[in-house]
């Protein structure tokens, strides 16, 4: 089965500080891609990152950086420093094999300035 | 930047009627989906579309939708007979390939009352 799981359903941060969400996933096919996908209040999904099943090394972009762990089906999220516009739900999602992208349930995030 | 274009933004339609969903995706992307995501839960796939027939398709995606693609460059979902829990917010999404990130539109609020 693929499956994704955000065990966070809320977090609330104060502004500037780091913050992980997390992921963990479950596929059969040896051959995957990961993605994460923002959704601010104004309802759009948008378009963070992938990540490809054989390629395991963390990524960094700005305050974003994601880290891939094969080991643990994890690929979470940190964002450090984090701002009031970081307020958003994050979604985690999975494409296994040749097949569409299945999302988790979602990590709302709340920044308090 | 290139981006997936919904129509209408918010719509209100009375149970029992027809909706049309309609979607103009990236112009070189050639898969095409449609997700539906009720208010405060996750995203769910309900179908791909590819060489103008559908490739997958999810257990919601009963005889009440249909797709099409009526004249390459519209993609349009359909609702038949709307019920009060197709109350959503439907996302279209396109990609190059079948393995790369999907560009998804701002979504259309589908309300049915």
């Known amino acids: 089965a693929q499956k994704v799981t955000q065990a966070q359903t809320e977090i609330s941060v104060v502004e500037k500080e780091d913050v992980t969400l997390d992921c963990v996933y479950e596929t059969r096919d040896t051959t995957y891609y990961l993605f994460w996908y923002k959704q601010p209040p104004s309802g759009e999904l948008v378009f963070l990152i992938r990540?490809?099943?054989?390629?395991?090394q963390n990524e960094i972009s700005g305050r974003y950086s994601w880290n891939f762990q094969k080991s643990t089906s994890s690929f979470n999220f940190t964002i450090t420093a984090s701002q009031v516009v970081d307020s958003a739900v994050y979604f985690c999602?999975?494409?296994?094999?040749?097949?569409?992208?299945?999302f988790g349930k979602g990590t709302r995030l709340s920044v308090i300035a | 930047e290139p981006e997936v274009t919904q129509t209408p933004s918010h719509q209100v339609t009375q149970m029992g009627q027809e909706v049309i969903l309609r979607c103009v995706p990236i112009?070189?992307?050639?898969?095409f989906y449609w997700y539906r995501q009720i208010l405060g839960q996750k995203v769910e796939f309900l179908v791909s579309?590819?060489?103008?027939?559908?490739?997958?398709k999810s257990e919601i995606f009963d005889d009440q939708f249909s797709v099409e693609r009526p004249d390459g460059s519209n993609f349009t979902l359909k609702i038949r007979s709307t019920k009060l829990e197709d109350s959503a917010m439907y996302f279209c999404?396109?990609?190059?390939?079948?393995?790369?990130?999907?560009?998804f539109g701002s979504g259309t609020r589908l309300t049915v009352v």
């Open positions: 112009s070189n992307h050639l898969y």
């Open positions: 999404a396109s990609s190059e390939a079948s393995r790369r990130g999907y560009t």
């Open positions: 990540r490809n099943s054989f390629d395991e």
């Open positions: 579309f590819y060489n103008n027939e559908i490739s997958e």
């Open positions: 999602a999975l494409m296994p094999g040749n097949t569409p992208l299945v």
